[in-house]
């Protein structure tokens, strides 16, 4: 497809359990970006993958979140032992990697910790 | 770093009503701004952005936003809403230099349009 493409669309977990969670860039777009939306708040960025760089973590919440993206393409989040608080809809978005291209988001994937 | 504010955290506004969202940010270096929205259920899309020249900028569905230096502001408005335009909205910045290269978002704001 053209867009950026997550999955799964919805999780529900328990808590304690691992969870990971898919992102597929637009074909091209070497920047990449991890976003945590939660319920009334705005968006929190967790990561940020730019080509071969080292990613830039200093959004992770915590050590129990890390995020792969694999020969420059998907990316995937990873949270271990989730807790409650990880509730929420995590959005990633590709970008051309220039400061002043567009990021273009998939429709993310809504965490459910119960 | 860098931060923004959106002021109203909702707007509600009748149909064919203008409508303007406030967006303020602080960075210590100069930014590229941006609105994007976004629709229930969806992901964000962008509306306009800032980069430079004229301070007004053209967004699609009919917004327009324009950037005030002096006072750090990139305000969102549309002359006559329609029902179509309920959605959030969130102002966005990244800083043209600096070790802090991600896009920073705005809480938002939430555009009900009432008939």
């Known amino acids: 497809g053209a867009g950026v493409s997550q999955s799964p669309s919805n999780k529900v977990t328990e808590k304690g359990k691992d969870v990971e969670l898919r992102c597929d860039p637009i074909?091209?777009?070497?920047?990449l970006y991890w976003y945590r939306q939660s319920l009334g708040q705005g968006l929190e960025f967790l990561i940020y993958?730019?080509?071969?760089?080292?990613?830039?973590k200093s959004g992770l919440p915590s050590d129990r979140f890390s995020a792969e993206r694999t020969g420059g393409s998907v990316s995937t989040l990873t949270i271990q032992r989730t807790q409650q608080e990880d509730s929420a809809v995590y959005l990633c978005?590709?970008?051309?990697?220039?400061?002043?291209?567009?990021?273009?988001f998939g429709n993310g994937t809504r965490l459910t910790v119960t | 770093a860098q931060s923004v504010t959106q002021l109203d955290s909702q707007v509600p506004v009748f149909e064919e009503a203008p409508v303007e969202l406030r967006c303020n940010y602080s960075?210590?270096?100069?930014?590229?701004l941006f609105w994007y929205v976004q629709y229930p259920n969806q992901g964000l899309q962008l509306l306009l952005k800032?980069?430079?020249?004229?301070?007004l900028v053209k967004g699609i569905n009919g917004f327009e936003a324009e950037f005030n230096k002096s006072q750090t502001s990139f305000h969102l408005r549309k002359p006559s809403v329609h029902i179509s335009d309920t959605a959030e909205y969130f102002c966005?910045?990244?800083?043209?230099?600096?070790?802090?290269?991600?896009?920073?978002f705005g809480s938002g704001t939430q555009l009900t349009v009432l008939p």
């Open positions: 978005a590709s970008g051309a990697g220039t400061d002043n291209s567009p990021l273009h």
């Open positions: 074909s091209g777009h070497t920047a």
């Open positions: 993958f730019q080509g071969n760089s080292a990613p830039d």
């Open positions: 960075s210590s270096v100069s930014v590229y």
């Open positions: 800032y980069l430079s020249g004229s301070t």
């Open positions: 966005a910045v990244i800083p043209l230099s600096g070790s802090a290269r991600q896009l920073t």
